[in-house]
C-alpha cells in the first residue's frame, strides 16, 4: 500500500509539475544524475545552490534554475547553505503552491 501511495504522489508530483509554467522544463529536462523523488507522499529535489536570501534559495537542477521560499519554516527543519553547496528541499505540493518542509545542506552532511 505504501509503494502504491508514493507511485500516485510521485505520479501527482510530475504532472502538477509539468503542467505548472516555468516548471514544465524540469519535468523533461531532468538528467539522471539529478534527484527529484517521493518520499512519503512529499517531494524531494536535490541540486546546487546558485542564489537566494534569508528564507529562499535558487536550486539548478538539470539546466533549469528553480526557486523555493520557505518563510514560515522552523530551524530545526532549515539548515544553513552557501552558493555552490548541493542542497535538498523535501515539499509538498497544495493549492497554494509549494510547501517546503526541510532544506537539507547535502555538502556538510
Not at 507511485?7 to 505548472?20: P, R
Not at 523523488?37 to 536550486?59: C, F, P, Q, R, T
Request: contains cysteine.
Amino acid at each position: 500500500m505504501k509503494k502504491l501511495v508514493i507511485a500516485l504522489g510521485a505520479l501527482f508530483a510530475v504532472s502538477f509539475i509539468s503542467c505548472n509554467g516555468d516548471k514544465q522544463q524540469v519535468a523533461v529536462e531532468i538528467e539522471e544524475t539529478d534527484t527529484i523523488e517521493a518520499v512519503d507522499s512529499a517531494i524531494l529535489v536535490s541540486g546546487i545552490a546558485v542564489d537566494g536570501a534569508m528564507n529562499s534559495i535558487y536550486l539548478m537542477v538539470g539546466d533549469d534554475t528553480i526557486e523555493f521560499s520557505y518563510p514560515d519554516l522552523d530551524s530545526d527543519h532549515r539548515q544553513s547553505w552557501e552558493m555552490g553547496d548541493s542542497v535538498s528541499i523535501r515539499y509538498y505540493v497544495t493549492e497554494g503552491g509549494d510547501s517546503v518542509i526541510d532544506v537539507i545542506n547535502e555538502t556538510n552532511a
